[in-house]
């Protein structure tokens, strides 16, 4: 059955990639919240035309309110859920064709989203379609779930699971390959002072983060263990806010050490100033012999005859909120640095490759 999977996505590959080039000139860029487009009207009119291409595969769709949809093969209560975004951050500058014209050039196609995340999520689109079209009859159903507020806060999916029950297992194709069965923790720590505090807060900030080490060595949080790394500090933002000076650091963190040690370790260091965790989400991980992880790591094997052992990543997806799921692609060893930059790119050699292995993936979790 595996080789009539791969041969149906060759087949239906002319079709995927078209459907993608639709989706992806698509500006679906964060707006005005409005009535009916709680993300703004781009982007609801994005997921309106995905789940118009997902009705015209034949699959039972479902719009929950223009905060996020899916599209269902099969009946049942417990299924497999793959979860993917519509929503693009800001174009930016940089860009060698128009960012939302899904230019093609030597075999690549660049566009804002083509990797982050609508390419990805639209060939789990046509894996499901190809498990359809072969008429096999999986275990559970399946949903590919369409978001709409990944780069800006994740309200699409707390709406969702506020109305809809999670997956029983499935993944994210938001991150990268091999099957990811593990990620760090992520906290947002906002460092405040008042305006008369001027001197101490900006000394502060410049010895303990702006000329520290990024391990965050100098506030003896320099943490790591085998499996995560080390302890990161990243995207540092400076502002003034309503007479108050606001210094924002995200830390990306081990599983070894907690959000405690994070807020009490600079809350000792900064005294006289405010230390408040403004976002935070836990480690998220699955044992890697599981049988979800296990068979996701067959699927890629099978594909790219590559080695599939399981990974752990620094990044943050899906997978923090929605129980059950693992980030699983799209992007392939040495494919670094392209999301959210000018010319994002992928290859549609490796649009067609992830299709067979989520198809297979699809096909081996639904077997379960």
């Not at 949903?143 to 800006?152: H, K």
């Not at 391990?215 to 320099?222: F, M, P, Y």
Request: glycine content about 8%.
């Amino acid at each position: 059955m595996e080789e009539e999977i791969i041969k149906k996505i060759d087949m239906l590959s002319l079709r995927m990639i078209e459907d993608i080039k639709t989706i992806v000139k698509m500006p679906s860029v964060e707006g005005t919240f409005q009535q009916g487009a709680p993300f703004g009207k781009d982007i609801a009119l994005t997921l309106d035309k995905v789940l118009e291409i997902a009705q015209s595969l034949g699959f039972e769709t479902k719009n929950l309110d223009h905060y996020i949809g899916y599209a269902q093969y099969g009946k049942g209560e417990d299924y497999i859920g793959i979860i993917g975004h519509l929503d693009v951050v800001p174009t930016g500058l940089g860009w060698k064709h128009p960012p939302f014209s899904a230019y093609e050039e030597d075999g690549y196609i660049y566009s804002r989203g083509i990797l982050d995340n609508k390419g990805p999520i639209m060939t789990c689109l046509y894996a499901l379609y190809a498990i359809k079209e072969l008429n096999i009859k999986l275990h559970k159903p399946v949903r590919i779930i369409f978001g709409c507020d990944e780069e800006t806060g994740f309200k699409d999916l707390e709406y969702y699971l506020k109305h809809e029950k999670p997956p029983v297992m499935g993944w994210t194709p938001d991150c990268k390959y091999p099957v990811v069965y593990a990620e760090r923790g992520r906290a947002v720590i906002e460092i405040s002072a008042k305006e008369k505090q001027v001197d101490e807060f900006f000394l502060f900030i410049n010895n303990y983060f702006l000329n520290a080490n990024t391990n965050a060595e100098k506030l003896g949080l320099d943490f790591k263990d085998e499996e995560f790394g080390i302890n990161e500090m990243r995207n540092f933002v400076l502002k003034h806010e309503k007479s108050k000076l606001v210094f924002s650091v995200t830390f990306s963190y081990p599983a070894n050490m907690t959000l405690e040690t994070i807020v009490e370790t600079i809350r000792e260091k900064a005294k006289n100033m405010e230390v408040t965790c403004v976002q935070h989400y836990f480690p998220v991980k699955f044992e890697k012999d599981c049988p979800m992880v296990s068979l996701l790591s067959k699927a890629y094997e099978k594909i790219t005859h590559l080695d599939g052992t399981p990974v752990t990543t620094t990044g943050g997806t899906y997978a923090k909120l929605m129980p059950h799921i693992v980030p699983f692609g799209p992007s392939f060893p040495g494919q670094k640095g392209i999301g959210h930059q000018p010319n994002e790119w992928m290859k549609i050699e490796d649009l067609n490759t992830n299709a067979k292995i989520y198809a297979l993936g699809i096909y081996y979790l639904g077997m379960l």
